[in-house]
């Protein structure tokens, strides 16, 4: 992003309107993600917009962020989407939700957000083990919040509780907690971060232990371009952890066994995990051959599942619970088509000579939380996506 130095100068302005970011990116993951990204999202956007036009104007735009504001614009055109209620109200939440996160780094710099994600993610892992304690001790106050008024969604691994912290689901918890507990593993802080550690490692969830990994091994290749005894033994470690898990946690060895069934028993519920994200993949590719140029139209993901759905399914009874939000790239490739993955293949593409390691950390981020996340309100997403062009302030 190409300011010298953030344009909001008070350091508690700052601290707070970033605490208010995470603590929205906590809350959205517990709620409906529409709803609350319009509101709570939009509320830190507006403060720091109110700010700006009161001591400073400083309204640039990245290069990057206008192509992408023209792709859209031109998907909609061609798809002529502004007729499409449902369309419209997810490219302004989208936007939304977007220019929220980028203005927020541009305000903030990279140097305040890591640190207040550093301590948030110490917090969110504290009361992760809190959880735990309480799950051993039979005190569900702490780990059930069905009494907030949402839906319980508390699961097990074992003897041991999948630890939520207020996240919807331990993956949403695993996204949260990846970067913080990957810095930990490659800079050899893992006992002064160890609570974030084992918050991580008490998600179970196999999706965030197999981006861990995928993350690691992109790193020492692509970033770090080196791999040593010492980055060599740190992989080791994580695979022996991975696979002590598979051994002894039977609904970790299940799920990841789930990944590998085929034909018949993908239709099976247990084996959703891995049946969603391929359906989804199949009526996307589905779109993009009808409509390889411009896909079906941002915002109609449901109107791709049921033109294509069906041609793999047929029959079958609660074909809802098949539907994915999920694999960020296949989802742009049905709804926005070639145009769409090349854009943004593109802006990633002219970003990497020039950023730096902490900036290509966050795109590898980025990438792999894709496979497992394709909503378009993913706080984790467009927070590792803005991430990567930063510059460090």
Not at 140 to 149: C, H, I, N, T
Request: proline share 3%.
């Amino acid at each position: 992003m190409h300011c010298k130095r953030s344009f909001i100068t008070n350091l508690n302005f700052k601290r707070g309107i970033t605490v208010l970011f995470f603590v929205v990116w906590i809350l959205i993951a517990l709620v409906n993600p529409v709803p609350i990204s319009t509101v709570l999202i939009s509320f830190s956007t507006l403060l720091l917009i109110a700010y700006t036009f009161i001591f400073r104007l400083d309204y640039k735009i990245d290069n990057w962020v206008f192509i992408l504001l023209l792709m859209f614009l031109l998907n909609f055109l061609v798809n002529g989407l502004f007729t499409h209620k449902e369309s419209v109200r997810w490219l302004l939440a989208f936007w939304v939700c977007f220019f929220s996160i980028y203005f927020l780094l541009r305000a903030c710099g990279m140097r305040i957000i890591l640190q207040v994600y550093k301590y948030i993610a110490i917090l969110v892992s504290a009361f992760c083990i809190l959880q735990q304690a309480s799950s051993i001790l039979g005190i569900a106050f702490f780990y059930d919040l069905s009494w907030l008024g949402v839906e319980s969604r508390v699961t097990f691994a074992g003897p041991f509780l999948r630890v939520t912290a207020f996240f919807a689901e331990p993956a949403h918890l695993g996204f949260f907690l990846m970067y913080p507990t990957f810095i930990a593993i490659i800079n050899k802080r893992l006992l002064s971060d160890f609570i974030i550690i084992i918050a991580f490692v008490m998600t179970f969830s196999v999706g965030s232990f197999g981006m861990l990994i995928i993350l690691l091994i992109g790193y020492y290749l692509f970033i770090d371009k080196r791999i040593t005894v010492k980055s060599f033994l740190i992989l080791m470690i994580v695979l022996t952890g991975f696979i002590l898990l598979l051994n002894f946690i039977p609904e970790f060895s299940h799920k990841f066994n789930s990944l590998f069934v085929g034909g018949d028993a993908l239709l099976l519920s247990e084996n959703r995990s891995k049946a969603a994200p391929y359906f989804l993949v199949f009526v996307n590719l589905s779109s993009f051959l009808d409509s390889p140029f411009f896909g079906n139209g941002f915002g109609t993901r449901l109107v791709i599942y049921e033109l294509y759905l069906s041609d793999i399914l047929g029959n079958v009874k609660n074909p809802d619970q098949f539907i994915s939000n999920e694999v960020f790239f296949a989802k742009i490739m049905g709804e926005m088509g070639a145009i769409g993955l090349i854009t943004f293949f593109y802006i990633i593409y002219k970003r990497w000579s020039k950023a730096s390691e902490q900036n290509k950390i966050f795109l590898f981020l980025f990438l792999v939380v894709s496979l497992k996340s394709g909503s378009y309100f993913n706080p984790a997403l467009l927070f590792f996506l803005n991430m990567y062009f930063i510059k460090k302030l």
